[in-house]
RNA sequence: GCGCUUGUAGCUCAGUGGAUAGAGCGCAGCCCUGCGAAGGCUGAGGUCGUGGGUUCAAAUCCCGCCAAGCGCGCCA
């Protein structure tokens, strides 16, 4: 027989918890009160009723059928086998066969210390054992600042980032600039028509191109830089000055825009450079050698057909011979997987990409790699409702709003949290009235505000000069400090959780119960007391508190957050 | 027409094939001589879009239908 818990590595109770009930079903079935199984997976979970412990197992009635048992009398059998440990305190069987374990009042106790020693890594794990992982988001053409829907795909990118590396991966943060390519040409065409614009030349901006202001305002400022010094010089040649100089203005515009946000990249990645360096000769070398290319009607083709996909793909263009936008795609997994290795590569994107998905796959199968290492994360557009009024954006028209605007309106926190709150396929609506907020309708402000409550209390104990860290948590017994304590030592099986299934959303739902726990401890618990009787406990509450503060702390800040101190 | 995504309380959304489907907001009511009331407690509110199927067990898996969003280019 062969028992699989789960794929984790790391401590954390939900996982402790399989590994008991998997030696329990072994001992049991090595002592013949059981009969020998196949492959069994042992999944155990948090009932939703709380009536039903901490955690909770169906193995017995997922056995029942193959072991020609009751449900129950397995139960029984593997709870009568489970040997005593210092986390769980009683195994008990209930309903049709459920196995439920409730977690040892000492043990959570005993956990106050290690978080306030260990702080928010008492909760990292290494499921992810410093496997080289690529995150790669947000991704904007860089023609222009980003606008209000690209910054549910920041926050999302980067939460999963900050997820992926508490769970012990080795995680890159890339943007991939699209430099090269039909885009960046008309860009530099509409830059240059602004720049003579403001020359004073009469003319006028070709039929493809990008009107917006931003562009408008990006050749007045080249002008102003450079006017003087590209006199009489050719189109192409003032072109080839202030179109690599309006590229680099624009991503400096987007890359403080995520900076706002508090997102940094280890990489910006250079679509360009794979045409100019010999990554995209290679992995159409590759392609070549394995078969999946071909030359048809002048183009370069990607056979996509005989990777079961419904057609076709052009990797170099007919008439001027230039790569597709897809054929650099090619050459940039290439890139990643096999040139700079990643293991993993996650990209998230917008859900107008949705149907470059199956291409990707087949691409990346293609190439040789396994396509299960390529995750790509697509998230729906965001509706932003202003009243009753849904605020409609559209590029093309220009009418869009700048995600500055929305960063200045409601602030860089309530959108990592909005954002981070809906998983994500919802097709969100965006409350902006609601995110700038200040009052308990507001989840941002309800889950900061615990936490500067929190800052509040053991600011006042500094002041008070209570020393605390020789308390004794042995005198946390009230249940609202074991509730507390339950649910901050739920955060490593929330870690867990998001890494395994790439589900941020977790986090802002976590961040919230420990709010609404703590809420419920500060209203049934004065933590400061000045009576003199009530001093050790004053300490232990402390101790308390203190721990509330890490996990709370860490979470927003896994999630970009700031944790702030006072509001 | 084809494909992808979504449909759960009045609204915004969770829900790992499991126990009585949850939370917030809103609504009704209640609670503070002290650490931050920017808070806490209680209650009402559901044909899980719809019709079949698989299963000991389905909001969850499979098929059909309905509705909404997005995409189907030698654009990116």
Redesign the pocket.
């Known amino acids: 027989m062969r028992v699989r818990v789960s794929d984790w590595d790391s401590m954390h109770p939900q996982k402790e918890i399989a590994q008991i009930v998997v030696s329990a079903l072994q001992s049991a079935i090595a002592a013949e009160d059981l009969p020998r199984v196949g492959d069994v997976t042992a ?1 155990v ?5 709380s ?3 901490d955690y ?1 197992t ?1 193995l017995a ?2 056995l ?2 193959s072991m020609r048992m009751a449900p129950r009398d397995i139960a029984s059998k593997i709870a009568d086998a489970v040997s005593p440990s210092s986390l769980v305190c009683d195994v008990s069987i ?3 066969g ?1 196995i ?1 374990f409730k977690l040892d009042d000492g043990w959570l106790r005993s956990q106050v210390n290690v978080i306030r020693e260990s702080g928010v890594e008492f909760a990292h794990l290494d499921v992810g054992a410093g496997q080289k992982v690529q995150v790669e988001f947000v991704s904007v ?1 860089p023609t222009g600042p980003l606008h209000i829907g690209h910054v549910r795909g920041a926050a999302i990118g980067n939460g999963i980032a900050n997820i992926l590396e508490a769970a012990g991966y080795d995680v890159q943060r890339e943007y991939y600039v ?1 430099d ?5 040409r008309i860009f530099s065409e509409s830059v240059y028509v602004r720049f003579m614009q403001a020359q004073g030349k009469d003319m006028e901006l070709p039929a493809e191109s990008y009107p917006g202001e931003f562009v408008a305002e990006l050749g007045k400022d080249l002008y102003g830089e450079f006017g003087n010094d590209l006199d009489g010089m050719s189109a192409h040649g003032v072109m080839s000055v202030i179109g690599p100089q309006a590229l680099s203005k624009t991503l400096e515009n987007i890359r403080s825009t995520l900076g706002r946000m508090g997102i940094e990249y280890d990489e910006w990645f250079s ?1 360009q450079s794979l045409i100019s360096g010999d990554d995209f000769d290679n992995s159409l070398d590759l392609l070549k050698e394995r078969g999946y290319v071909s030359e ?4 370069l083709w990607f056979l996509g057909t005989k990777m079961g996909l ?1 057609s076709d ?2 990797i170099i ?3 001027e011979r ?1 790569p ?3 054929g650099t795609d090619i050459a940039y997994h290439y890139n990643k997987f096999v040139k700079r290795g990643f293991e993993r590569v996650i990209n998230v994107w917008g ?8 291409r990707m796959k087949a691409v990346v199968d293609s190439l040789g790699v396994d396509p299960d290492n390529l995750t790509i994360i ?1 998230n ?2 965001v509706n932003f409702k202003k009243g009753d009024e849904t605020v409609r954006f559209n590029k093309r028209k220009d009418n869009f709003i700048a995600a500055d605007d929305l960063l200045d309106a409601v602030g860089p926190d309530a959108c990592h949290y909005i954002f981070l ?3 994500p ?5 965006f ?1 902006l009235e609601l995110a700038k907020k ?4 507001n ?1 941002v ?2 889950v900061q ?1 615990a936490h ?2 929190l ?3 053991l ?2 104990a500094a002041e008070r000069k209570i020393a605390f860290e020789d308390g004794d948590v042995s005198l946390l017994t009230n249940a609202h400090e074991l509730a507390l304590m339950r649910r901050l030592n739920e955060l490593p ?1 929330v870690i867990a ?1 998001s890494a395994e299934m790439l ?1 941020p ?1 977790h986090m802002p ?1 976590f961040a ?1 119960e420990v709010a ?1 726990e703590l ?2 401890f ?10 003199p009787a009530d001093a050790e406990l004053t300490k232990a509450r402390l101790l308390l508190v203190d721990a509330a503060r890490i996990v709370l702390a860490g979470t927003l800040n896994i999630m970009g957050m700031n944790a702030p ?3």
């Open positions: 999944t979970e948090r009932p939703k009723n009536d039903h412990g909770s169906s009635l997922t029942a059928s209930a309903g049709p459920f439920n053409n699209n090269a390519g039909n885009q960046m679509e048809r009607e002048g183009a419904e793909s052009v263009r007919s008439e230039g597709s936008y897809f859900a107008d990409h949705h149907g470059h998905i199956a697509i729906q557009i709150e809906r998983t396929g919802t097709h969100m609506e409350d200040e009052t308990s309708e989840p402000f309800y505000y500067a409550r800052c509040a209390i600011r006042s099986d959780r589900e959303h739902h919230y609404r809420q419920r500060y209203e049934a618990c004065r933590v400061i007391s000045s009576d101190e006072r509001m």
